[in-house]
């Protein structure tokens, strides 16, 4: 079977080569049979890359140790659902699982293209395959997940902390975020070597960097909740590298989401949207470089590592002729109109755009920092939470306030006299919430009292705009206001769609502020019997538990919850020591109050023989609305998503007719 | 030869079948033309400013732009419309121009 797996990337390596040489060829050379070809290239690496995976898949599942891969990620005692999970957990199936992503994103995007951008579409499918090309010869030549040995009686398993349901839909999500960033990349590009001055490939590609960004945004969530639930230290976001890597192209992408309105609405910002495109790629690989080449633990480790230098090398390829093909094209990407006032909705979308960048370049210093110091002196410098803390307090809450200015204003411009009228409604609402909140105590934290006054003007901004389009859709003849409402968020998807993931957005933000400003942490030893006051809770230590599980010996200390006498439960805050792994995970016990959002977290931080527990007390306040925003991102982002057949019509007609002129 | 090198071979076989499809036609087809940038770019201009006007007539409609506000910046964008729309539309549109903006206008897009 592995040789199944061998022979099925080296058949997808050779298509990608193909694809890279034949569609330079045919788009130079205007040979469309040629150019089919290499496109027909693209859609069967899809199938090889498929084939490939299958094979992996098999053998995880059969448990078939003879792959080094299978024997090395999972054993006999693991669960199916974590066996699965295994095609990811480590560096060769994750390497495969991108592969199969960008191969059936570029199969899908070239078959689409063919039918609504052709004329695109020829140099947009030999940049796709030289990026399949990099990391299908990474797979067959580099890190195989198809090498083979005498195979062992047990596998080593899997690593605790991964052995999450999380897990499942996680790292996939992610995938499927940085690999989407490749087709808005391939076709700006494509734009840029047919010298196309229009905006086709934003048209084409709007679609793939919504989706794109929605999976890296929901994905981040996913894992945020994974660490939250599974690493048990009270957290979600802790700007490991990791999670850094998957921030800096969503911000990125973020960016370009706005900026693209500009260039649409105004014909602006062409340089800096094509720039952005190329940041959020070069990102997204950046991002897988930094979780699989093993710079994060060492620059020792890296420069011993099989992939490192070869990503390294990738990104600067890809980094060098974009920004050649870039100042090659200069005099098309120069716009005819330019920024008329400060005060208007194009200016607030640059603002929110510059913060967004300068906060994704801010992180991305953090990350790099270390690794050059230990590069250059020898010994890494470590850069913590505080430091991102600061920046995203200098940058997050402009861009939260920006997110109620912007909806607010007009293009072009906005008079005193108008923005005073429309900016009364939500900034008193806002000054009456934080006055309320100091009078409630909130003001024991100035950033989290700014940062909720700013959510207020927020919600108030968008309420607003949700208000008085519906009164005017129903002014201009909706029979109801129901079908006023769904007639204004029909017409303009994209926009109101928008405004729920800035409510998500929102919601994140007070479950971030409340959790992280306002949250109380006790620590204490406590003996059989003992009990400890939290808050308003009241929490009474009964003894240890100790189970067997399907993998692990589970050891738990059994903690009575109440609240002003009524008992709100038992929680069971413990320690598991998987067996195969030889590893020893912290599992925490958490308790969710549906009614305000706020969440008792227990950690058991050392359990000793005789009973006696360490225990550390967490109250986090509104944390659950993090999760609750996910939710609505999701509904945002599929309304924004969802096909307008009118704007399809109108840019068939623009497209179309302009095409039919160049035939004639 | 095993099975599985068989299957792998075959595999390859069938993807050179499937890349060489589009030869198998007897006559090369056209290549998809590239639109003249400047028919193109003035589409993207007529589509744009329609789509302003909208805009500014929906901003105005819901109450974020003052009469005055909309009044200056209607003329403008309608005599930018009318340039650009083909000549059977653009009559119309600059007959429009000498009339004064409807207050509110027609109907907008939300």
Same mark, same amino acid.
């Given at each position: 079977?592995?040789?199944?797996?061998?022979?099925?990337?080296?058949?997808?390596?050779?298509?990608?080569?193909?694809?890279?040489?034949?569609?330079?060829?045919?788009?130079?050379?205007?040979?469309?049979?040629?150019?089919?070809?290499?496109?027909?290239?693209?859609?069967?690496?899809?199938?090889?890359?498929?084939?490939?995976?299958?094979?992996?898949?098999?053998?995880?599942?059969?448990?078939?140790?003879?792959?080094v891969y299978?024997?090395d990620h999972?054993?006999?005692?693991?669960?199916?659902?974590?066996?699965?999970?295994?095609?990811w957990g480590g560096q060769e199936g994750s390497l495969l699982l991108w592969?199969?992503?960008?191969?059936?994103?570029?199969?899908?995007?070239?078959?689409?293209?063919?039918?609504?951008?052709?004329?695109?579409?020829?140099?947009?499918? #030999?940049?796709?395959?030289?990026?399949?090309?990099f990391f299908?010869f990474l797979l067959v030549a580099v890190s195989s997940p198809?090498a083979?040995?005498?195979?062992?009686?047990?596998?080593?398993?899997?690593n #605790?902390?991964?052995?999450?349901?999380?897990?499942?839909?996680?790292p996939?999500?992610l995938y499927?975020?940085f690999?989407?960033?490749?087709?808005?990349?391939?076709?700006?590009?494509?734009?840029?070597?047919?010298?196309?001055?229009?905006?086709?490939?934003?048209?084409?590609?709007?679609?793939?960097?919504?989706?794109?960004?929605?999976?890296?945004?929901?994905?981040?969530?996913?894992?945020?909740?994974?660490?939250?639930?599974?690493?048990?230290?009270?957290?979600?976001?802790a700007w490991d590298p990791v999670e850094n890597a998957a921030l800096m192209p969503?911000?990125?992408?973020?960016?370009?989401?706005?900026?693209?309105?500009?260039?649409?609405?105004?014909?602006?910002?062409?340089?800096?949207?094509?720039?952005?495109?190329?940041?959020?790629f070069a990102l997204a690989l950046f991002g897988t470089f930094l979780t699989r080449s093993g710079i994060i633990s060492s620059i020792r480790s890296f420069t011993e590592s099989s992939i490192g230098p070869w990503f390294l090398g990738f990104i600067g390829i890809v980094l060098a002729?974009?920004?050649?093909?870039?100042?090659?094209?200069? #005099?098309?990407?120069?716009?005819?109109?330019?920024?008329?006032?400060?005060?208007?909705?194009?200016?607030?979308?640059?603002?929110?755009?510059?913060?967004?960048?300068?906060?994704?370049?801010?992180i991305l210093w953090g990350v790099l920092y270390p690794i050059l110091t230990e590069a250059l002196r020898g010994e890494p410098v470590t850069v913590g939470?505080?430091?991102?803390?600061?920046?995203?307090?200098?940058?997050?809450?402009?861009?939260?306030?920006?997110?109620?200015?912007?909806?607010?204003?007009?293009?072009?411009?906005?008079?005193?006299?108008?923005?005073?009228?429309?900016?009364?409604?939500?900034?008193?609402?806002?000054?009456?919430?934080?006055?309320?909140?100091?009078?409630?105590?909130?003001?024991?934290?100035? #950033?989290?009292?700014?940062?909720?006054?700013?959510?207020?003007?927020?919600?108030?901004?968008?309420?607003?705009?949700?208000?008085?389009?519906?009164?005017?859709?129903?002014?201009?003849?909706?029979?109801?206001?129901?079908?006023?409402?769904?007639?204004?968020?029909?017409?303009?998807?994209?926009?109101?769609?928008?405004?729920?993931?800035?409510?998500?957005?929102?919601?994140?933000?007070?479950?971030?502020?409340?959790?992280?400003?306002?949250?109380?942490?006790?620590?204490?030893?406590?003996?059989?019997?003992?009990?400890?006051?939290?808050?308003?809770?009241?929490?009474?230590?009964?003894?240890?538990?100790?189970?067997?599980?399907?993998?692990?010996?589970?050891?738990?200390?059994?903690?009575?919850?109440?609240?002003?006498?009524?008992?709100?439960?038992?929680?069971?805050?413990?320690?598991?020591?998987?067996?195969?792994?030889?590893?020893?995970?912290?599992?925490?016990?958490?308790?969710?109050?549906?009614?305000?959002?706020?969440?008792?977290?227990?950690?058991?931080?050392?359990?000793?023989?005789?009973?006696?527990?360490?225990?550390?007390?967490?109250?986090?306040?509104?944390?659950?609305?993090?999760?609750?925003?996910?939710?609505?991102?999701?509904?945002?982002?599929?309304?924004?998503?969802?096909?307008?057949?009118?704007?399809?019509?109108?840019?068939?007609?623009?497209?179309?007719?302009?095409?039919?002129?160049?035939?004639? | 030869?095993?099975?599985?090198?068989?299957?792998?071979?075959?595999?390859?076989?069938?993807?050179?079948?499937?890349?060489?499809?589009?030869?198998?036609?007897?006559?090369?087809?056209?290549?998809?033309?590239?639109?003249?940038?400047?028919?193109?770019?003035?589409?993207?201009?007529?589509?744009?400013?329609?789509?302003?006007?909208?805009?500014?007539?929906?901003?105005?409609?819901?109450?974020?732009?003052?009469?005055?506000?909309?009044?200056?910046?209607?003329?403008?964008?309608?005599?930018?419309?009318?340039?650009?729309?083909?000549?059977?539309?653009?009559?119309?549109?600059?007959?429009?121009?000498?009339?004064?903006?409807?207050?509110?206008?027609?109907?907008?897009?939300?």
């Open positions: 079977m592995p040789e199944l797996g061998r022979a099925a990337l080296i058949v997808c390596l050779g298509l990608a080569l193909y694809a890279v040489v034949a569609g330079a060829i045919a788009a130079r050379q205007r040979r469309q049979r040629l150019a089919e070809s290499a496109q027909n290239a693209v859609v069967a690496s899809f199938a090889a890359a498929l084939l490939g995976a299958a094979v992996l898949f098999t053998a995880l599942v059969q448990n078939d140790f003879s792959f299978v024997a999972t054993s006999r005692e693991l669960p199916l659902g974590y066996t699965i999970s295994a095609f592969l199969l992503i960008l191969t059936g994103f570029s199969a899908i995007a070239v078959l689409l293209a063919r039918r609504s951008a052709a004329s695109l579409l020829a140099w947009a499918v #030999p940049i796709l395959g030289g990026v399949i090309t299908a198809f083979t040995q005498a195979a062992p009686a047990d596998g080593a398993g899997l #605790p902390s991964l052995q999450n349901p999380y897990m499942l839909a996680h996939p999500m499927l975020g690999v989407g960033l490749t087709i808005p990349f391939a076709f700006a590009m494509g734009a840029l070597a047919a010298r196309r001055s229009d905006e086709l490939w934003i048209v084409v590609t709007r679609r793939w960097t919504l989706v794109a960004w929605t999976f890296l945004g929901f994905g981040q969530l996913l894992g945020a909740h994974w660490a939250y639930v599974e690493v048990g230290w009270g957290g979600y976001f969503w911000l990125a992408a973020t960016a370009f989401l706005h900026s693209v309105m500009i260039q649409e609405k105004r014909g602006m910002l062409k340089i800096w949207n094509v720039v952005l495109v190329i940041g959020a002729g974009s920004i050649l093909l870039v100042l090659s094209r200069l #005099p098309l990407l120069r716009s005819k109109t330019r920024l008329e006032s400060p005060v208007s909705r194009e200016a607030s979308f640059l603002y929110n755009n510059l913060l967004l960048v300068a906060f994704c370049l801010t939470p505080p430091y991102y803390n600061f920046f995203l307090k200098a940058f997050g809450l402009p861009l939260l306030l920006l997110m109620g200015i912007g909806p607010l204003i007009a293009w072009r411009r906005a008079s005193l006299r108008g923005l005073g009228r429309t900016f009364a409604w939500p900034t008193g609402f806002a000054l009456a919430c934080g006055v309320v909140l100091v009078v409630l105590g909130a003001g024991s934290s100035i #950033p989290g009292l700014v940062g909720y006054t700013f959510c207020a003007f927020v919600l108030a901004s968008l309420v607003l705009e949700f208000v008085r389009g519906t009164r005017a859709r129903h002014a201009l003849g909706s029979s109801s206001w129901a079908g006023a409402f769904s007639s204004l968020v029909a017409r303009n998807r994209r926009r109101y769609g928008g405004y729920i993931v800035h409510a998500s957005i929102v919601l994140l933000a007070i479950g971030v502020v409340g959790s992280s400003a306002y949250d109380t942490i006790v620590d204490q030893r406590l003996r059989p019997g003992d009990t400890l006051s939290v808050e308003s809770y009241d929490l009474r230590y009964r003894g240890v538990e100790d189970s067997r599980g399907a993998n692990a010996q589970e050891i738990r200390a059994v903690v009575d919850v109440s609240r002003d006498g009524e008992s709100l439960g038992t929680l069971r805050p413990g320690k598991n020591r998987y067996f195969a792994e030889q590893q020893v995970s912290n599992e925490a016990a958490i308790r969710s109050d549906r009614l305000n959002g706020e969440d008792l977290f227990l950690i058991a931080d050392q359990i000793d023989p005789d009973g006696t527990l360490f225990l550390r007390a967490l109250v986090k306040p509104l944390v659950n609305l993090i999760w609750i925003a996910g939710f609505v991102f999701l509904g945002g982002a599929a309304i924004a998503l969802w096909p307008d057949a009118r704007e399809q019509r109108r840019l068939a007609v623009r497209y179309g007719r302009s095409e039919a002129l160049a035939r004639a | 030869m095993s099975p599985e090198l068989l299957l792998g071979a075959l595999l390859a076989a069938a993807a050179v079948v499937f890349v060489a499809v589009p030869f198998l036609r007897a006559k090369e087809p056209p290549a998809p033309l590239t639109p003249a940038d400047e028919a193109l770019a003035k589409a993207e201009e007529r589509d744009r400013v329609l789509a302003e006007l909208k805009e500014l007539e929906f901003d105005h409609r819901t109450g974020k732009i003052t009469d005055e506000d909309y009044r200056r910046q209607v003329y403008p964008l309608r005599r930018q419309a009318a340039a650009l729309l083909p000549s059977e539309t653009s009559k119309d549109a600059s007959e429009q121009r000498f009339s004064p903006p409807k207050l509110p206008s027609s109907r907008s897009d939300g």
